[in-house]
């Protein structure tokens, strides 16, 4: 089927307000990543979803940030009261877990924060 | 004016010779290694990748090689084309590391007409 899908393509938000960034996996695919990349840098890890076990919110920069995956699929990343330095390209990828560690990427999803 | 900022490392070369891109990595413990393309306003695309146990694995006019001993990785592209015009990523997986990747920060491949 189609490939990991992020919406939306472009978000541009104030300063302060909350933004919802959304990324559906590769159907049967049980590990779900995001990452963040700033302009002309790499990835920066964000959160791990395996499965049905805890996420891995270690790469989280701040309380402003939290994500969900519901249902074992479809993965909501939450900024809360945005700023200015939030502004980045949010990278969903997800790959067969158990092992397979190959991730496949969706588009991204560009926010920017004014 | 002065820019600011980090410039990826950048890698020129004429269509139809072969590149190599080169990447350190950073723990002796990594078990995993990928490489990845990506082009303008696209995500990461997964090229090819190799394991520890390995020295060398070849692909459809890309080559991967490993050495543990200086931990370095590279990727060989052969006949390079234009549309090989990318900036490319070399990630590392740390052995039970719960699979997440390590990125390095990338060298941007033009490949001039």
């Known amino acids: 089927g189609a490939g990991v899908s992020q919406s939306p393509s472009n978000k541009v938000t104030e300063k302060g307000k909350d933004v919802e960034l959304r990324c559906d996996p590769i159907s049967g695919h049980t590990a779900l990543y995001w990452y963040r990349q700033s302009l002309g840098q790499g990835l920066e890890f964000l959160i791990y979803f395996q499965g049905n076990s805890a996420p891995d919110k270690s790469g989280l920069p701040s309380d402003r940030f939290s994500a969900e995956r519901t249902g074992g699929s479809v993965s909501t990343l939450t900024i809360q009261r945005t700023q200015q330095e939030d502004s980045a390209v949010y990278l969903c990828?997800?790959?067969?877990?158990?092992?397979?560690?190959?991730?496949?990427f969706g588009p991204g999803t560009r926010l920017l924060v004014l | 004016g002065e820019s600011v900022g980090l410039h990826l490392p950048t890698l020129s070369v004429q269509e139809g010779d072969n590149s190599i891109i080169n990447c350190a990595y950073s723990?002796?413990?990594?078990?995993?290694f990928i490489w990845y393309k990506q082009e303008s306003g696209k995500g990461p695309q997964f090229i090819i990748d190799?394991?520890?146990n390995m020295d060398k694995r070849q692909g459809q006019r890309v080559t991967v090689l490993l050495n543990k001993t200086v931990k370095h990785l590279s990727l060989q592209i052969a006949a390079t084309q234009p549309g090989d015009s990318a900036v490319y990523f070399c990630a590392e997986n740390i052995k039970g590391n719960n699979r997440k990747l390590i990125w390095g920060l990338g060298t941007s491949l033009a490949v001039n007409p």
């Open positions: 723990n002796s413990a990594s078990d995993y």
């Open positions: 990828a997800s790959s067969l877990g158990l092992g397979e560690e190959t991730q496949y």
């Open positions: 190799i394991r520890s």
